[in-house]
């Protein structure tokens, strides 16, 4: 295996473009020039209330990728049909709270698990990897591997923050969950996925994790391309994927 995969989630340039309500900066350029500088996947968040990413924008990114479309929703009945309409390469279902700034922990399968193995049945069906996005919580990934869901995504916000806030003691024991998540997930036949909030050095400690399959980074990243230009800061992100992996791969 190599390391992870990266997917960009470009949902923050939406967010830029509503500010003025226009049509600039667009998502969909923003994509296509992720894709050329070597993104393995773009991911887009459809909000309930469109917040940044809009339908048109799903449209659009269906039309003009070759690489996979991660589409990220809520499961409700209404993000299903769009989902079912579109079929993108993955789905990826998400908690969503209108009065959240972004997405707040993780999915509780194990509390809605029969509703939701009934929602992804038709997503399944369709041809979409379907992934449960949880908390690295034992429980939860034991109820989405019962639902069926063949992928599922870690939330490393708790991780992230810990590191923001200079706690290491913290940050070590995050770190530690999130690997253990990993590798419970992987030993279940699980695909496991990692992300939110993770920056260049968030990055590179969880891509030594064993197993992880894909990283999606969205909110820094575009942040950082206000500085250095999207294509540097993705070029700066694969390195410190590829070294964390490089580190893993050495202690292992
Ligand atoms: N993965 C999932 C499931 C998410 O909901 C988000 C945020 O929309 C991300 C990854 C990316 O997080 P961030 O924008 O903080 O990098």
Redesign the pocket.
């Given at each position: 295996m190599t390391g992870p995969r990266f997917g960009v989630?470009i949902?923050?340039v939406a967010t830029i473009r509503n500010a003025r309500g226009g049509a600039a900066p667009d998502p969909v350029r923003a994509a296509l020039l992720a894709e050329r500088a070597g993104a393995d996947g773009i991911?887009a968040?459809l909000r309930e209330d469109r917040r940044h990413i809009g339908d048109a924008d799903i449209e659009a990114l269906m039309n003009a990728l070759t690489v996979p479309l991660n589409f990220?929703m809520a499961a409700t009945q209404e993000m299903q049909a769009i989902a079912l309409r579109h079929r993108p390469h993955a789905v990826?279902i998400?908690p969503e709270k209108r009065e959240e700034r972004?997405?707040e922990g993780g999915l509780g399968v194990v509390q809605d698990e029969a509703r939701l193995a009934e929602f992804i049945t038709p997503l399944r069906e369709a041809g979409c990897r379907v992934s449960m996005?949880i908390e690295a919580d034992p429980e939860q990934i034991a109820a989405s591997k019962r639902i069926g869901a063949p992928v599922i995504?870690l939330h490393t916000g708790t991780f992230a923050e810990a590191h923001l806030s200079g706690d290491n003691d913290k940050r070590a024991r995050e770190l530690a969950r999130l690997a253990d998540g990993v590798r419970i997930g992987t030993e279940a036949g699980l695909e496991v996925h990692l992300?939110?909030?993770?920056d260049f050095e968030t990055a590179r400690m969880v891509s030594a994790i064993p197993d992880v399959a894909e990283l999606?980074?969205?909110?820094?990243?575009i942040g950082e391309a206000v500085f250095i230009g999207l294509e540097e800061a993705m070029h700066r992100m694969r390195l410190a994927m590829n070294e964390g992996y490089a580190r893993g791969r050495a202690k292992t």
């Amino acid at each position: 295996m190599t390391g992870p995969r990266f997917g960009v989630n470009i949902d923050h340039v939406a967010t830029i473009r509503n500010a003025r309500g226009g049509a600039a900066p667009d998502p969909v350029r923003a994509a296509l020039l992720a894709e050329r500088a070597g993104a393995d996947g773009i991911t887009a968040h459809l909000r309930e209330d469109r917040r940044h990413i809009g339908d048109a924008d799903i449209e659009a990114l269906m039309n003009a990728l070759t690489v996979p479309l991660n589409f990220e929703m809520a499961a409700t009945q209404e993000m299903q049909a769009i989902a079912l309409r579109h079929r993108p390469h993955a789905v990826c279902i998400v908690p969503e709270k209108r009065e959240e700034r972004t997405t707040e922990g993780g999915l509780g399968v194990v509390q809605d698990e029969a509703r939701l193995a009934e929602f992804i049945t038709p997503l399944r069906e369709a041809g979409c990897r379907v992934s449960m996005f949880i908390e690295a919580d034992p429980e939860q990934i034991a109820a989405s591997k019962r639902i069926g869901a063949p992928v599922i995504e870690l939330h490393t916000g708790t991780f992230a923050e810990a590191h923001l806030s200079g706690d290491n003691d913290k940050r070590a024991r995050e770190l530690a969950r999130l690997a253990d998540g990993v590798r419970i997930g992987t030993e279940a036949g699980l695909e496991v996925h990692l992300g939110h909030g993770l920056d260049f050095e968030t990055a590179r400690m969880v891509s030594a994790i064993p197993d992880v399959a894909e990283l999606n980074i969205g909110h820094f990243l575009i942040g950082e391309a206000v500085f250095i230009g999207l294509e540097e800061a993705m070029h700066r992100m694969r390195l410190a994927m590829n070294e964390g992996y490089a580190r893993g791969r050495a202690k292992t």
